[in-house]
T-cell receptor, first 115, second 113 residues
């Protein structure tokens, strides 16, 4: 597609429920990244995909968080048994293979609120 | 490890004032440096970048020069507008430190008419 698409744009869920967040990257972008942005704070790296493999999962905060990617296409971030501290904007970005040269294109994010 | 430090905000300026937002970095290799901007209610956008020492990135009247000797990448604009009000993030990407981009905490800019 023309840009990085994320859905849903907003999600309110009850504590303890599971949620799935979706990211559809720009066609041809082999690299895909998930970040989390808590209110008033900077971006916290979660996971990086190159194709459908994840060479760097170091930012996933707990085993309640998981992510997968189908080929060089859609990625899903799943949060199980959500907690209030999971409330944040979850941002997806994609890039051509060499992100250090081209930078990222970000989606508009999914605002997750756990009540 | 790699890190980015940028000046705390908020920064409040009057229209047509000169803007500087300081950014310094620590990196193990030779990183590329970026400034991203987040306008109210929107996602982050790449504003400008520089991939090697002494490069100057520029876009929309903003510019930043990659200074290896001072490990800095300060963002400047000669005359800000109300429409420049946003949060600005300094970032680095260092392939020797992994493939992810490291972001600073962000600096909020308010421009008054």
């Amino acid at each position: 597609g023309a840009g990085v698409s994320q859905s849903p744009s907003n999600k309110v869920t009850e504590k303890g429920k599971d949620v799935e967040l979706r990211c559809d990257p720009i066609s041809g972008h082999t690299a895909l990244y998930w970040y989390r942005q808590r209110l008033g704070q900077g971006l916290e790296f979660l996971i990086y995909f190159q194709g459908n493999s994840a060479p760097d999962k170091s930012g996933l905060p707990s085993d309640r968080f998981s992510a997968e990617r189908t080929g060089e296409s859609v990625s899903t971030l799943t949060i199980q048994r959500t907690q209030q501290e999971d409330s944040a904007v979850y941002l997806c970005a994609s890039s051509l293979a060499r992100a250090e040269r081209y930078g990222y294109t970000f989606g508009s994010g999914t605002r997750l609120t756990v009540v | 490890g790699n890190s980015v430090t940028q000046m705390e905000g908020p920064v409040t300026l009057s229209e047509e004032a000169f803007l500087t937002i300081n950014c310094t970095y620590t990196a193990t290799g030779y990183p590329s440096l970026f400034w991203y901007v987040q306008y109210p209610g929107e996602g982050l956008q790449l504003l400008l970048k520089a991939t090697k020492a002494d490069d100057k990135g520029s876009n929309k009247g903003f510019e930043a020069t990659y200074r290896k000797e001072t490990t800095s990448f300060h963002l400047e604009k000669g005359s800000v507008q109300v429409s420049d009000s946003a949060v600005y993030f300094c970032a680095l990407s260092d392939p020797t430190g992994g493939f992810k981009t490291i972001f600073g905490a962000g600096t909020r800019l308010f421009v008054k008419a």
